[in-house]
Structures are given as C-alpha cells and as structure tokens.
C-alpha cells in the first residue's frame, strides 16, 4: 500500500529565507506526483505537477524535484514571503486515472 | 471559469439525519472523486468514479454512497449521519486518456458537523 510522508510537519521561517519541503512515498511506481497549497478553511490550489518520466517542474518562485528511485520529492521556494504562508500537501498518483494518495502536508508559516 | 462546484458549503445535522452533497465540474472530465479531511490524517479517498454510470469503493467508503448519473455530477450522499462524519469533504476531477497527465482540479469542500 503506497504511503506519502511530508517532513517537516510544520516549519516557522523569517520573510526570504529560501526553504525545502520534503516528500516520501513507498512504492516508486508512480504515475506522477502533484504538490498542492491550501490555506486555511479553503480548498486545494495544484501548484506543480511532476510526470513519472520528469526529473522537475518550476513555476515562479517554486521548484519541485523528484527522484522516483529513491521514492522522494521536494518542494523549493525561493526567497519566502508572508503570503507563502500555507498547508502544502504532496500527492502521488499510482496509474492513470486513479486517485491520488496525500501526505499529512507541511505547514509553513513566514513571518515579515 | 467554474471549474469543480461543491454544494452545499457547509452545513450541520443531527446524528441519523440523510443529506446528499452534489459536485458539479464543468471541464468534461471522465473522472471525479470524492475525499474526506482530517486533522491529522490528510485527505482519503471515500468513492470514485471513472465514467457516467460508474462508481466504485476507495479507502474509507463505509457510510456512503454515491451516484453518478449525469457526467458532470457527482453525489455523496449520507444516508444515517454519524460524528463520526463530522469533516470537509473535497470533491475532485480529472481528464482522461491523453490528458491524463494533468492536475486533479477541486472544488472549495463542505464543511459538514454532524451533533
């Protein structure tokens, strides 16, 4: 059974630090993997999306990284801001057309 | 642009009460889901479906049912509602085939209190 842990829990930065959120999934055989933002009493915002066959993706100030081998992800961002502040989830899907498995999420908060 | 619509977005019911929560996603995706969140245990998958008219079991499916008769909606519906359901339910889609690729979309959730 395919199990998602994100490391740290929770994480307190000051305002432009750049920082790394960490993702682990037990079984490499995944289609591909999707990091998320969710702020508090919303719902889910996809931020990046990383095939199987893809090392990364960046979007602005975000940089995602898997190594399907060794079964990790990791989330960069780059010089932090309050409004980085958020639950961010990682999420692996199995094979096409299946549902996604979540990790418990990293909360970050960024103080100015 | 509305993407994937959840209704109602919240709501309270007594314990044994019935209700019905109706997702509805505009981008002609094949596949929709339905999760439940939380505190600490992050979002699992309740049923799914990857087609009009079909439906199947995901990890914590007792409690439930769900239709999907129409291929842009969804229902999840409670039929004896329990504490124990007391959570925000996540309604999500999917393309399929060629687009399978792409990122689930989700609507905004319900947050459903049951007494």
């Known amino acids: 059974k395919q199990e998602v842990t994100q490391i740290p829990a929770a994480l307190s930065v000051p305002e432009g630090e750049n920082l790394v959120l960490n993702c682990s999934f037990t079984?490499?055989?995944?289609?591909?993997l999707q990091w998320f933002r969710q702020d508090p009493g919303k719902g889910l915002t996809s931020l990046l999306l990383i095939q199987s066959s893809q090392r990364e993706q960046t979007s602005g100030r975000l940089n995602a990284s898997l190594d399907k081998s060794s079964g990790r992800s990791t989330l960069y961002i780059a010089a932090s801001q309050p409004g980085d502040s958020a639950t961010y989830l990682c999420?692996?899907?199995?094979?096409?057309?299946?549902?996604?498995?979540f990790g418990k999420g990293t909360t970050l908060s960024v103080s100015s | 642009n509305a993407g994937v619509t959840q209704t109602p977005k919240f709501r309270v019911l007594k314990t044994g009460q019935s209700m019905t929560l109706l997702c509805a996603q505009d981008m002609n995706h094949e596949y929709m889901y339905w999760y439940r969140q939380d505190p600490g245990m992050g979002l699992r998958l309740i049923h799914y479906?990857?087609?009009?008219?079909?439906?199947a079991k995901g990890e914590v499916p007792d409690g439930y049912n769900v239709s999907r008769l129409k291929k842009q909606n969804f229902l999840l519906g409670l039929e004896s509602a329990a504490p124990s359901q007391t959570s925000v339910y996540f309604c999500a889609s999917s393309p399929f085939g060629r687009w399978d690729g792409q990122p689930q979309h989700f609507g905004d959730g319900t947050r459903l209190s049951i007494l």
């Open positions: 999420a692996v899907r199995g094979q096409a057309g299946t549902a996604l498995i």
């Open positions: 479906s990857v087609g009009e008219g079909t439906t």
């Open positions: 079984d490499s055989a995944i289609y591909n």
